[in-house]
């Protein structure tokens, strides 16, 4: 579509029946992937590491394809997901959230999706729009939502400006043209030929084709200044201006209203659940509260009365939750370096307090404290750009000394605070890495730019040991309340031989003790652990809630990665001065959960 002119919502949504929201996003599975690097239609054969890892790279000239094939378009689509719902639905998803599809420059490479050139139609390479509306009514048949990345701040690389190098000083930059379909300069910036450029040429709905939509200011240089951070172009993107003004007086911009009109338009064509707004960190937080009021208000229209707005928000974790609170966003990501932080204490190479300590040592937030964190925060691991990790991207499992230790990391995603989500690959132990995105963004259906360094294999393997261990952690995640809400205390741990409690720690190599903590719910406890020692089991002492439980009682053993443990009772026993402890047996890179009976 040209214009929003072209449609009307009312005519859309008036007869129309939409999927309810969830009772509990914060219960929920979520998923994230690169529509382009998921799945297509066209099956290959699966994976078999035996004789298939790093065939991409047997000559020369066959690793040169791979490596530049990584920057370009794959193939994956909106059908080939909808093809691979079941599978998804298995591992134990019940959020997808999928990267941005809306229309691309023709001129680009931009299959990540991040660079919109038509907000108002979808992007060839990734289907049609019907599609789209298949994908999430299939999803919503499996008990699936769908999440649909959003960018208000860029568009694509529109435009060129007059000037050598513009890089950011507070000025306006004057524009030299529009590109036209072939990415040239040559589009009128003052007056341009609608009927001519369309559909490739421009920026597109007609209504944000002109230069007052952007801020013209050129590109970011230093990423912690204010305002160059919020007015400048990410790189070649081009910035929108969305307005000025305080956050409760705020004045949205022409293009942020008609944006906001677009984006109402996806939700009621393709009766999507949510969306995760990119980059909330260069956005005016009035511009963020906006656009959450006007979906939101929207969205309780059609009878969803939770429409989920999480951001991505970079900073600390009292930031996230000014900005949640100032604009109406649901959730934030990318909180204190999360997944940076939740990868190391997985593999030992961090104390256990340094994640744990995340969800407890705000100044500003009290009773009530854990569900806060419970419901308003993304936890994950592995990503598809890495900011935390700015020189060298790389998977959990590119460390191949720790990468044994991957189910433990999932094992703690799934079973601490907050709302936990799966980078695609994650659960075939995808070990991309390299000083580029694309090494962690490899092909899961196959193709050109496989993951392992492979061609035209696919990697939907429902056998893969990690697959398998995800689904049963799912399951038990769902099964346990108490997994999901419970009050989270990291433990103090002594050895056996005395009853020098203390807390975890890692020495200048790696953590060599058991980490233990507990969720408590409605007076149960659940005691999890995990050993980050990659060759030997140990036992140790784990204290317990002292003023739940007695000495004599018992816990039971609902899971173990070692499966004859399942079902063994424990003895609570009391250690002197008030505290009781539980003597625990956990394999080597093993796992365990013991509940309170």
């Not at 909180?335 to 100044?363: C, D, H, R």
Request: proline share 4%; hydrophobic share 35%.
């Amino acid at each position: 579509m040209k214009s929003i002119q072209e449609f009307n919502l009312k005519e859309i949504t008036e007869t129309r029946e939409y999927q309810k929201s969830p009772e509990a996003w914060d219960e929920q599975i979520f998923y994230f992937l690169l529509v382009d690097r998921f799945a297509s239609e066209k099956e290959y054969p699966l994976y078999d590491e035996k004789t298939d890892y790093e065939n991409a790279l047997k000559t020369d000239k066959d690793k040169q394809n791979w490596l530049d094939s990584g920057e370009k378009w794959i193939g994956g689509t909106l059908k080939g997901i909808t093809d691979k719902l079941d599978y998804l639905k298995e591992l134990g998803v019940s959020v997808l959230w999928i990267s941005p599809v809306l229309k691309q420059p023709v001129y680009s490479d931009n299959y990540h999706g991040y660079g919109t050139q038509n907000f108002l139609q979808i992007d060839p390479h990734f289907g049609t729009k019907d599609e789209l509306k298949n994908l999430v009514d299939e999803a919503h048949k499996r008990g699936i939502y769908i999440i649909l990345d959003v960018i208000i701040n860029h568009t694509a690389d529109v435009f060129l400006y007059d000037a050598a190098d513009p890089f950011y000083t507070g000025q306006e930059y004057p524009v030299k043209a529009f590109r036209d379909k072939d990415g040239k300069a040559v589009i009128d910036p003052n007056n341009p030929d609608y009927s001519t450029v369309w559909p490739e040429g421009g920026v597109w709905p007609e209504e944000i084709f002109n230069l007052a939509t952007f801020s013209k200011k050129g590109y970011i240089r230093d990423w912690e200044s204010d305002p160059e951070y919020s007015e400048g172009d990410f790189f070649s993107l081009k910035n929108i201006n969305t307005g000025s003004g305080k956050t409760d007086a705020y004045k949205p911009s022409e293009a942020l209203k008609i944006l906001t009109e677009c984006y109402k338009y996806w939700i009621a064509y393709a009766d999507l659940d949510g969306f995760r707004m990119d980059t909330v960190k260069h956005l005016d937080p009035g511009a963020v509260r906006f656009f959450v009021t006007e979906i939101k208000e929207f969205t309780q229209t059609l009878g969803k009365k939770d429409f989920y707005i999480l951001g991505e928000i970079t900073g600390g974790m009292e930031f996230a939750k000014s900005i949640c609170e100032n604009t109406g966003l649901d959730a934030a990501l990318g909180i204190n370096k999360i997944p940076e932080i939740l990868e190391n204490v997985a593999k030992g190479y961090s104390s256990a307090e340094n994640y744990f300590s995340i969800f407890t040592n705000s100044q500003i937030l009290s009773e009530g404290e854990n569900q806060w964190y419970h419901k308003r925060v993304i936890t994950m691991f592995d990503d598809h750009d890495m900011v935390y990790k700015p020189q060298h991207k790389e998977r959990f499992t590119a460390d191949k000394k720790t990468a044994p230790l991957l189910k433990n990391a999932v094992f703690l995603n799934f079973f601490t605070a907050g709302v936990p989500c799966i980078y695609y690959g994650t659960e075939q132990g995808f070990d991309g890495s390299g000083d580029h995105d694309k090494y962690v963004r490899e092909s899961m259906f196959g193709g050109e730019f496989g993951a392992f360094r492979t061609r035209n294999k696919s990697f939907f393997n429902r056998e893969h040991p990690v697959y398998k261990e995800m689904k049963k952690l799912a399951g038990l995640r769902n099964e346990y309340i108490h997994l999901r809400l419970g009050r989270q205390y990291l433990r103090e741990i002594s050895e056996l031989k005395t009853n020098n409690f203390h807390l975890p720690q890692a020495d200048q190599t790696r953590c060599r003790e058991i980490i233990a903590w507990s969720r408590i719910f409605s007076q149960d406890e659940f005691l999890l652990a995990i050993n980050c020692e990659l060759e030997k089991a140990q036992k140790t002492k784990v204290l317990i809630d002292s003023e739940i439980h007695l000495p004599g009682e018992k816990f039971i053993c609902v899971y173990s990665s070692d499966e004859k443990k399942i079902g063994e009772e424990i003895e609570i026993k009391e250690a002197g001065a008030g505290k009781n402890y539980l003597e625990l047996d956990i394999p080597a890179k093993g796992r365990a959960i013991y509940k309170s009976f």
